[in-house]
Structures are given as structure tokens and as C-alpha cells.
């Protein structure tokens, strides 16, 4: 495969307005044999721009400290990927009690704001999606923001058992289905299961190790599939996520 710059307007020229504040995209396309991967850019909202410096300001020490504890390194990275993902994944952040639905719930994650745009386009298109995170409690945000926008959608995890997560697949699987989103976990959902209804792939966080999202992906992208499909993978510009990225390419050497 090889990487195709794109112009750094050129998504955002496609899906319209991003928002407000400094929620910009820049665009990469990887071509493998009818399976597009497309890495974006984004900035982060206000709420999270607030978050992420206070998470530097408090472990400042830590992070200037060349002999520092690997186990708070580790825990400051989860705190900035947390962050980059969405600030309600910290408690106290979300509004209330008494909490309430609305545009906060995307508003807030620069990430968010993109999938917004996203699933409004793929929607419009008749594309059904698979959405994978990490973190199940970034799962929970997500189907309230699919609820609220009266998306239909399916879900697996590692909390939901055999019976209920076959039921799950077959339902979204089935001829004439019409769910267009299922939500997976990322370590959940990479093995063993067939999603061939699906033609596109969001990866909303991405794992330390490549081969677990490259199994993720498969998961619509396996013998059967009629349709050509897409891979989209968003990260949060000027923070550990490209850090990340950058280590993710250098292990499978694009």
C-alpha cells in the first residue's frame, strides 16, 4: 500500500463545518486492495484543551524527571488519552446532576465533533459503520450520542455474554437490516466474529499494538464482503496521540 497526502481542507471541505473552536482536519489515504485507511487530525475542544493542560501542570515534575516511575508514566499517558478521547470520561466533568441530553455530548470531544460529521455523511450515503474503542466507558458516551441522534445501533463488549452478543451480530447481519452503527470494544471485538454487513471501519483510539486493530478492522473486511471498505482513525493534534501514531507506523513500517 502507500499513503496519499491529501489536502489538509479537503475532509473538511467534504462534511461542511467542523464546529467551532479549533476542530480542523488533515487527511491521509492508505490504498489496500479495495480497503481505504484514512487518518485525520483534529483539535481539541476548549473543554479538552483545559483538561489536557491541567493534567501536564500537575505532573510537570514527572514528566521532566528522566528517571521518572514507569507506572505514573503509564498512568499520566492513560490521563492524556483519556483526555483526547473525551473529558466525560473523568467524573465531575459531564453537566449535572440532573444530567441532560444535547450537543454538549459531542461538543466537548474534538473527536466527537468529528464522528458527528461522519456518521451524518455516511448515514446520507446508506454506509452502515462499526465504531471500536478501547474503553467501554467511551463506548457508554457514544451510544448516548447515537440514542439521542436516534441512530440504531448494536453493541458488543467484554461485559455482554455469549447468547446476547451472538444475538447482537445476527440482528445487524441479517438481510434487510437496517442498524446502522455497532459499537465495539477493540480487544472484544477482534476475533472470531464476521461483519460483513458493515463497509466502513471507525477506530475512535487506537491500541499499543498494531495487530490488534489490524484484526479489528477484518472484521468487515473478510471473505464475503461485496463492498469496498473504509478504515477511519482520528487523533488529537499536539498531544501523546501523535506520539503514538508515530510509534504505531514506525512498528509496521508504512
Known amino acids: 500500500g502507500h499513503l496519499l497526502q491529501g489536502h489538509p481542507d479537503a475532509f473538511e471541505s467534504d462534511l461542511g463545518p467542523l464546529g467551532a473552536g479549533d476542530v480542523h482536519a488533515r487527511e491521509g489515504t492508505l490504498c489496500l486492495d479495495e480497503h481505504s485507511i484514512v487518518v485525520l487530525f483534529v483539535g481539541m475542544s476548549e473543554m479538552q484543551r483545559t483538561w489536557y493542560s491541567n493534567i501536564l501542570s500537575k505532573n510537570i515534575d514527572a514528566l521532566n524527571d528522566v528517571g521518572a516511575n514507569k507506572v505514573r508514566m503509564l498512568n499520566i499517558l492513560m490521563q492524556l488519552r483519556k483526555c483526547a478521547n473525551h473529558p466525560y470520561l473523568f467524573d465531575g466533568t459531564e453537566p449535572g446532576p440532573p444530567f441532560f441530553d444535547g450537543d454538549h455530548i459531542w461538543e466537548s470531544s474534538g473527536k466527537m465533533v468529528m464522528l458527528h ?50 444475538a447482537a451480530i445476527d440482528r445487524f447481519c441479517r438481510p434487510g437490516s437496517e442498524t446502522f452503527v455497532f459499537l465495539l470494544s477493540t480487544r472484544a471485538g477482534g476475533v472470531g466474529i464476521n461483519l460483513t454487513a458493515a463497509d466502513t471501519v471507525i477506530m475512535h483510539d487506537i491500541d499499543w499494538n498494531p495487530q490488534n486493530d489490524i484484526q479489528a478492522m477484518a472484521r468487515c473486511h473478510r471473505i464475503g464482503q461485496e463492498r469496498s471498505v473504509s478504515t477511519t482513525s482520528y487523533f488529537l493534534r499536539g498531544t501523546a496521540e501523535e506520539r503514538l501514531i508515530a510509534y504505531r507506523l514506525s512498528l509496521i513500517h508504512i
Open 117 to 166: 460529521k461522519l456518521l451524518s455523511k455516511l448515514r446520507a450515503q446508506g454506509s452502515r459503520v462499526l465504531i471500536f474503542s478501547q474503553m467501554v466507558k467511551m463506548l457508554d458516551i457514544v451510544s448516548q450520542y447515537l440514542r439521542e441522534r436516534r441512530y440504531s445501533h448494536e453493541r458488543l463488549d467484554g461485559t455482554i455474554r455469549g447468547d446476547v452478543r451472538q
